[in-house]
C-alpha cells in the first residue's frame, strides 16, 4: 500500500498549497499525525484529483482559522478623540515583539518490544506458496480471482518480510524526537502510531502547543494500541511489536517533551 499512501500524501500536500498557501500567503507545514487506525473520509480510489479536493478543502479551513488569528501579542495605544455625533475614543493595536524562542532539538532511542512471530520457514514457506499460486490463477483466473490471489501473495510476502527483519529479536530500536520552539514542541516517531498514542502525549505535555506526527526518521511499522490487540485486525497482523509497545512510546515521548521544557 506504499504507493496508495504516497498518492495521498500528494494529493493533500498539492491541495493544501493551492488551498492555504495561495490565500495567506507564507509556506504551509504538514505533518501526518497519528493515523495508523484511521483514514481519510474518501480514500483508495486510486483517483489523485480526490486527494487534492480533500486537500484543497483542509488548506482552505486552515486559512479560515489562521485569518482569526494574531501571531504576536498586541498593546492597545490611545491616539485620540474622532468628533462625531459623540466623541468616539480612537485606539490602536500594535504589534509586541517577544522574546527570541528557546530553539532546541533532541533524540532518543527507545527499545520497543516485539512480539513473538511465527517460525520464519513457515513464513516463506507460504509466501512461496502465494507467489506459485498467483502465477497459476494469472494464466486462466478471472479479474476478481487475479486480484484476490495477488492479495493473499502480498500479505504472505510481507509476512516473510516481516520475519526475516525481526527473526530472533526481542526488541528494536525507535527514535524519537522532539524540537522545540518557544512554546511550541514538535514530537516525531518512527512507523504509524495509532491515535490513541498521540492524544495521551497531547494531553499531559507541558507546553502550550504540542505538535505529534509519527511516519518520521525513517522505518515502518503499526504501533497499536494495548486495547487494539484484543480486538485484531489487519494493522495487528501487520505489526512487529508487543501489546505494551505503545505504553513504552506513550512514556518515551512525555519524557522527552518534559525534558524539552
Not at 23 to 46: M, S, V, W
Not at 154 to 176: I, L, P
Amino acid at each position: 500500500m506504499a504507493w496508495e499512501s504516497s498518492w495521498v500524501t500528494t494529493g493533500y500536500t498539492g491541495g493544501m498549497r493551492q488551498g492555504g498557501e495561495q490565500q495567506r500567503g507564507g509556506k504551509g507545514l504538514f505533518l501526518e499525525g497519528a493515523a495508523g487506525d484511521i483514514g481519510p473520509r474518501a480514500g483508495y480510489t486510486g483517483d489523485l484529483p480526490t486527494y487534492r479536493r480533500m486537500g484543497r478543502i483542509l488548506g482552505l479551513e486552515a486559512s479560515s482559522v489562521a485569518s482569526n488569528m494574531d501571531t504576536l501579542p498586541r498593546r492597545e495605544r490611545y491616539v485620540g478623540v474622532l468628533q462625531s455625533g459623540a466623541p468616539i475614543g480612537l485606539y490602536v493595536d500594535e504589534p509586541v515583539e517577544p522574546e527570541a524562542p528557546v530553539l532546541r532539538m533532541a533524540t532518543r532511542t527507545l527499545a520497543l518490544p516485539l512480539r513473538k512471530l511465527r517460525p520464519l520457514d513457515e513464513r516463506e514457506a507460504q509466501a512461496k506458496q502465494s507467489r506459485e499460486e498467483l502465477m497459476r490463477v494469472r494464466e486462466s483466473g478471472t479479474v476478481e480471482e487475479i486480484r484476490a490471489a495477488t492479495a493473499r501473495s502480498t500479505q504472505a510476502n510481507w509476512q516473510a518480510d516481516m520475519g526475516r527483519s525481526y527473526a530472533e529479536k526481542t526488541t528494536v530500536d525507535w527514535e524519537m524526537q522532539c524540537i522545540r520552539v518557544g512554546s511550541v514542541a514538535f514530537l516525531s516517531c518512527q512507523g504509524e502510531p495509532f491515535l490513541e498514542i498521540s492524544q495521551r502525549i497531547l494531553a499531559d505535555s507541558p507546553f502550550t502547543h504540542t505538535l505529534f506526527s509519527g511516519y518520521s526518521n525513517g522505518a515502518f511499522g503499526y504501533l497499536p494500541t494495548r486495547q487494539a490487540f484484543e480486538e485484531g485486525g489487519y494493522e495487528i497482523d501487520a505489526s512487529p511489536f508487543a501489546h505494551d509497545s505503545a505504553d513504552i512510546l506513550v512514556a518515551g515521548g512525555l519524557r522527552l517533551v518534559n525534558d524539552m521544557a
